[in-house]
């Protein structure tokens, strides 16, 4: 019976907020309601144009939304189409996208300039739920463009910085030659422990440093698995070695974070591209807490 | 309450249905030319054809094939507005009445979809039930159908006993009260069953993700896609880009019909296929079908009408190589909690 | 001031300079672009058109950004102008199914000499021992427009994106995918042999409207399962070599690699 009642209230407010979506329907003009549904996108001015590496940039959106880090935005040219770019800032005055060129649309996007417009819809999808980690140790590895969701991850740290306790960032990239968020590297290194790994030495110029992947630096790294949450994102092999590594380290399932990637078209977890197991990535993810997805990997 | 139309004034009520201006009556119609059904706009009564259930589904005229979501100029954008015709649909059968809910509760997860609605908000559904299964491919006793209607009408041999399903439904028949008489009679829930329609002897398809029966219909599989585009409830789309020819920067974003079982369904930028398999994506369609929505929504997703078997090319019966697969075997995964 | 401005502005709108060429083929796939009737006022805003065989006037260009280069290599001429007009050009696409995978002037690649030379060729002797066969099997081809005839609305949007800088998307989904939305029965539960299922679309399922089935001019998909398709038309009936036959009409060269055996003597 108890159950029964619990269920009738649910389902009675499911009514209630559908009838004031539609009243509101009614009540404007169909255009209106339609920007509002997530299927129009919005224009938006770029007030920065940032140029990281030969194929990667960062824009900067005049855009005050509010969102949380590891959500993803879709962001196009009409007539060129859309692809989803994760937000890479935490802030409610802008937002900022890092785009890596690799296809139609980032390819068109990057030949645009500071002033210019871009069309984007979102934010979408489920970001990293940081509240939950308050008081815990962070560890954070990311690969390649992998490290541009996270970005904003450590930009909610370093705003709320007295909830976190020891943070370290693991951040691996190709070469020297391929690093983006130089700048933000340099502040880092002040405030978190920081180590940065490069694949291979660059091609030119002469480099000394050390070469090898990031799976490396946590293999020999010493932390235990106490009190501690670990946030992955990068090219699936290395999430999954990365993974193999934590488990060695008698991490948890539940410790480990980890972003999917899949193709997505609408972003409202109906166009099915995305769908994982049921799992819509545009709507219940990017961001999965390992044990969600652990199942799927074929998938 | 309950209402009775008699089969000679039948004839009359549609006609006077179909003269009145300002609503489309839809119903399934048979082609002269190659035999198919398909729900159409019915022009004269005896286009009608309730012998068997359409061969097409209902869903395009809703779930568009084609929507233009927004026309561009330069940089700007401009909505199309939409005054969809009130449309009465004639002789929708139980299963596509069901999967009409099925869509509606998609399409208004999550974000609610306005395209879809404006045409939905404009139909008046009327069912027809059947009392036996088609053919041998229907299935719709083992998926749970519920009661989702405007108006449903039952074949009682010289007359039609009307039942109303909603305030649509009865506003319907209130403004065509002539045609109908009041009858206390009602059929139990025991006489509405659709005889021998519960093939599909499983319940849980979960343990059997793994199972090795699966391959029976992956080699048989040839990627038609005829599943996908004939299924009264499925409802994956994608989106193109289409420019005019006179100016590249003007255009429109189209929503399109996809299909689950396209290799390219899943493809990223840097080529890369997530379900590049193919058995990977025939078990997606399945479970989707009847697990996945099952698990969020408490229904399937299918409703049982076996057109993806009827309109497969090679006749995959899924329900078949379900129901001989047997949890005993040992490379069965174990359910998950 | 305003001469320079202009001639700034021309250099930015410099418009990619197109040609359109012919070897040994029936001109079909030409004349596909040319039943775009109303746009090809629009088209000519978009492209520099510096070469059609129907059009005298034009005298081709030293540079090329685009060639759209029908039929296949069935002379020596023929390779001796396809090699010229690569070297030419930026970008290479073959257009129809006779370019892209040697179509029905292929077929003597199936059959013995002697069997069609005194159909045909009785009082042609200059025939010539060069086995037909599409044009990338002598130069590259970056892009493939297939289909006999190839699609109009396909060469249209391929031309779109060029100008517009995308990479032009393939057509991936089958025959069948299309034939469904047009609302069309399916063929082969009538009995008829309809390739459908195996053939790459975007064509509109123009002959499944009509009412003819699938003869597969468009080439078959990455995804075709030949051998299930093979054994679902034994079954209904048909002969096999029937069915080899039938498949091997335009596209038989390409089939070779999904496991269908090519060069058989059998007419």
Redesign the interface.
């Known amino acids: 019976m108890i159950k029964n009642k619990k269920t009738k209230t649910k389902s009675t407010k499911k009514s209630l907020k559908?009838k004031k979506?539609k009243k509101s329907?009614t009540a404007k003009k169909?255009?209106k309601?339609?920007?509002v549904?997530?299927?129009?996108?919005k224009?938006k001015k770029i007030i920065d144009f940032k140029r990281e590496t030969s194929i990667n940039f960062t824009l900067k959106l005049d855009w005050k939304v509010k969102h949380d880090p590891g959500q993803f935005m879709m962001v196009g040219i009409?007539?060129?189409?859309?692809?989803p770019i994760s937000i890479c800032s935490y802030s409610d005055q802008y937002v900022e996208l890092s785009i890596r060129e690799?296809?139609?649309v980032?390819?068109?996007l990057g030949n645009l300039k500071k002033g210019g417009?871009v069309?984007a819809r979102g934010p979408f999808g489920r970001g990293y739920p940081m509240h939950y980690f308050k008081g815990n140790n962070v560890i954070i590895v990311g690969g390649g463009c992998g490290i541009a969701p996270l970005k904003g991850v450590i930009e909610y740290i370093t705003k709320n910085r007295t909830d976190f306790k020891d943070v370290l960032l693991y951040l691996g990239y190709r070469s020297p030659d391929d690093v983006i968020f130089e700048e933000q590297l340099k502040s880092w290194e002040k405030k978190f422990c920081l180590n940065v790994s490069y694949d291979k030495a660059p091609a030119k110029s002469c480099y000394d440093g050390k070469v090898g992947f990031v799976t490396e630096l946590i293999r020999k790294s010493k932390f235990d698995n106490k009190n501690k949450i670990v946030f992955i994102c990068g090219p699936p092999i290395m999430m999954e070695t990365v993974i193999n590594i934590l488990k060695k380290k008698k991490f948890n399932n539940d410790q480990i974070y980890i972003s999917a990637?899949?193709?997505m078209?609408?972003g409202?977890?109906?166009?099915?591209?995305?769908?994982i197991?049921?799992v819509y990535v545009c709507?219940d993810g990017p961001v999965f807490r390992y044990d969600e997805l652990m199942?799927y990997k074929?998938? | 309450m309950n209402y009775v139309l008699k089969k000679e004034v039948f004839s009359k009520f549609v006609n006077s249905v179909l003269k009145e201006k300002g609503i489309d009556f839809i119903a399934p119609v048979k082609s002269e030319q190659n035999d198919i059904i398909k729900f159409q706009k019915l022009i004269s009564f005896s286009d009608l054809c309730l012998d068997k259930n359409a061969y097409y589904p209902l869903k395009e005229w809703f779930f568009k094939k084609n929507e233009v979501l927004f026309e561009f100029k330069g940089d700007k954008i401009t909505i199309p507005e939409k005054k969809p015709k009130p449309k009465i649909f004639f002789g929708v059968r139980r299963c596509d009445l069901n999967s009409i809910n099925r869509q509606d509760v998609a399409f208004s997860e999550g974000c609610w979809d306005p395209y879809y609605f404006l045409e939905r908000e404009a139909s008046t559904l009327i069912g027809y039930h059947c009392f036996e299964k088609e053919d041998n491919y229907c299935f719709c006793g083992s998926v749970g159908l519920e009661d989702h209607y405007d108006l449903m009408f039952y074949d009682r041999g010289d007359y039609f006993l009307v039942e109303i399903g909603s305030k649509k439904g009865a506003w319907f028949l209130k403004q065509r009260i002539r045609f109908f008489k009041k009858t206390t009679e009602r059929l139990s829930a025991r006489k509405k069953v659709i005889k021998n329609a519960n093939r599909l002897q499983k319940k849980n398809i979960a343990p059997f993700y793994d199972h090795k029966n699966w391959k029976k219909g992956v080699d048989l599989c040839l990627g038609c896609t005829s599943c996908n585009t004939l299924c009264p409830s499925c409802y994956c789309f994608e989106f193109k880009d289409k420019v005019n020819i006179s100016n590249l920067k003007n255009g429109k974003r189209i929503r399109e019909w996809s299909a689950c079982q396209l290799k390219d369904f899943s493809e990223v930028a840097g080529n890369h296929i997530f379900r590049s398999d193919r058995e990977h994506r025939f078990k997606h369609r399945i479970y989707h079908q009847l697990q996945y929505f099952n698990e969020k929504h408490g229904k399937h997703l299918c409703s049982g009408c076996g057109r993806c078997i009827r309109g497969c090319p090679t006749r995959i019966d899924f329900v078949g190589i379900l129901n001989n697969m047997k949890t005993k075997k040992p490379n069965v995964k174990k359910p998950k909690k | 001031m305003l001469r320079k401005q202009k001639i700034e502005k021309k250099k930015k709108n410099k418009k990619p300079v197109v040609g359109f060429y012919a070897i040994t083929g029936c001109q079909g796939c030409l004349l596909s672009v040319l039943f775009n009737e109303d746009k090809l006022f629009d088209l000519t805003k978009l492209i520099d058109i510096k070469a059609f065989p129907f059009i005298k006037q034009l005298e081709g260009a030293k540079e090329f950004d685009v060639v759209f280069m029908e039929g296949l290599v069935a002379k020596k001429n023929d390779l001796k102008e396809l090699k010229e007009i690569r070297a030419k050009t930026k970008v290479l696409v073959a257009i129809g199914a006779c370019a892209c995978t040697g179509g029905i002037p292929a077929f003597r690649n199936f059959m013995k000499e002697d069997n069609y030379k005194h159909l045909v060729y009785h009082k042609a002797m200059h025939l010539t021992d060069m086995k037909p066969t599409p044009i990338d099997k002598y130069v590259k081809v970056d892009y493939y427009l297939p289909g006999c005839p190839p699609d109009k609305n396909e060469i249209l949007t391929f031309i779109k994106d060029f100008v517009l800088g995308k990479k032009p998307e393939i057509y991936k989904k089958p025959v069948c995918f299309d034939c469904r939305k047009e609302g069309n029965p399916c063929l082969l539960d009538s009995g008829k042999l309809c390739l459908g299922p195996i053939t790459r679309g975007n064509c509109g399922a123009v002959c499944p409207s009509g009412g003819l089935e699938c003869w597969g001019c468009r080439g078959p998909t990455d995804d075709a399962n030949i051998k299930t398709m093979m054994s679902l038309l034994e079954k209904k009936g048909f002969d096999v070599s029937h069915i080899k036959k039938r498949m091997k009409s335009f596209v038989g060269l390409k089939l070779a690699k999904k496991g269908i055996d090519t060069y058989e003597q059998e007419y």
């Open positions: 559908n979506v329907r169909p255009q309601v339609d920007l549904y997530g299927l129009v996108p224009k009409p007539g060129i189409g859309e692809c690799v296809g139609n980032t390819k068109a417009f069309f990637e899949r193709r078209q609408c409202g977890g109906k166009c099915g591209h995305c769908m197991h049921g709507k199942d074929n998938d």
